[in-house]
C-alpha cells in the first residue's frame, strides 16, 4: 500500500538552530500538504505544494517539493519555542488523504 | 478558525458501555475523516465518507462504526468499548478529495477504564 515515511522521528534542537524534516513516498504524488500539531493539539494546514521543485517560503519556514514528486523537505530557519510540536506531510491516496508518521520538534530554550 | 467541532472533549468511561463521539461542521464539505492518534504518534484513519449515505473502512482496522445521514453530521460510535480504545479521535473534513486543505476538529480523548 501507499507509505509516505518521515525523518527523523524525533528532533531536539537549541533554540535558535535549524531544523528540517523529510518526507518520502513509495508513489509519485500530485501534491503534497503539510501540518502542524501542537502538544495537545489538533493538526493544523500549513502549505500545499503542488507542481515538480516547487519551493514555496512562509516567514522563517521553507518547503519543497522534489523533482520527482515523491519527497519533500521543511525547513524552519532559527527555531523558536513557539516552533515546537509535530510536524506532518500528508499525500493524496486513492480514495482520502493520508499522513505521513511524523516528526516530533523539541525546541530548548 | 475551521468550523468542524467535536463533543466531548475528553470521555472517562467503563468497560463494555456503547458511546458515540460526534463530529459537526458547517462548512458544507462532502469529504469527512476520522482519524485515531495516540499521543504524539501517527495519524491512522479509521474511517471516511464521500458524502451523505456513503461511509467506508481506513487504513487502520477499528472496532468502531460511523454513520453520515446528514452532511454536516459524521458520528463515530462504539457498540462495547475496551481499555485498548483509549485514544485520541480526530475528526476532519475537506472539500475536495486530497486537494484542499483538511480541516481537524479539536478531538476527543477517550479513556476506557
Known amino acids: 500500500g501507499q507509505q509516505v515515511m518521515q525523518i527523523p522521528q524525533y528532533q531536539h534542537v537549541q533554540e535558535g538552530e535549524d531544523f528540517t524534516t523529510y518526507c518520502n513516498s513509495s508513489?509519485?504524488?500530485?501534491?503534497i500538504q503539510w501540518y502542524k500539531q501542537r502538544p495537545g493539539g489538533h493538526p493544523v494546514f500549513l502549505i500545499q505544494l503542488v507542481k515538480s521543485g516547487e519551493v514555496k517560503k512562509q516567514k522563517r519556514l521553507t518547503f519543497q517539493f522534489g523533482e520527482a514528486k515523491k519527497n519533500s523537505s521543511l525547513h524552519i530557519t532559527a527555531t523558536q519555542t513557539t516552533d515546537v510540536g509535530t510536524y506532518f506531510c500528508?499525500?493524496?491516496?486513492?480514495?482520502?488523504?493520508?499522513f505521513g508518521t511524523g516528526t516530533r520538534l523539541t525546541v530548548i530554550p | 478558525e475551521a468550523d468542524i467541532y467535536q463533543t466531548p472533549r475528553y470521555l472517562v468511561i467503563g468497560t463494555g458501555k456503547k458511546i458515540t463521539l460526534e463530529c459537526s461542521q458547517t462548512m458544507g464539505h462532502d469529504k469527512m475523516y476520522w482519524y485515531q492518534q495516540d499521543p504524539g504518534m501517527e495519524l491512522h484513519l479509521i474511517h471516511y465518507?464521500?458524502?451523505?449515505?456513503?461511509?467506508e473502512k481506513g487504513d487502520l482496522s477499528s472496532e468502531s462504526t460511523v454513520s453520515r445521514i446528514r452532511t454536516e453530521h459524521f458520528p463515530l460510535t462504539l457498540e462495547s468499548a475496551r481499555p485498548s480504545h483509549t485514544s485520541q479521535y480526530l475528526c476532519?473534513?475537506?472539500?475536495?478529495?486530497?486537494?484542499?486543505?483538511?480541516?481537524f476538529g479539536q478531538g476527543t480523548r477517550l479513556t476506557v477504564v
Open positions: 465518507s464521500y458524502g451523505v449515505n456513503s461511509t
Open positions: 500528508a499525500g493524496p491516496g486513492a480514495n482520502n488523504l493520508f
Open positions: 508513489t509519485t504524488l500530485s501534491n
Open positions: 476532519a473534513s475537506s472539500e475536495g478529495w486530497a486537494n484542499t486543505e483538511a480541516f
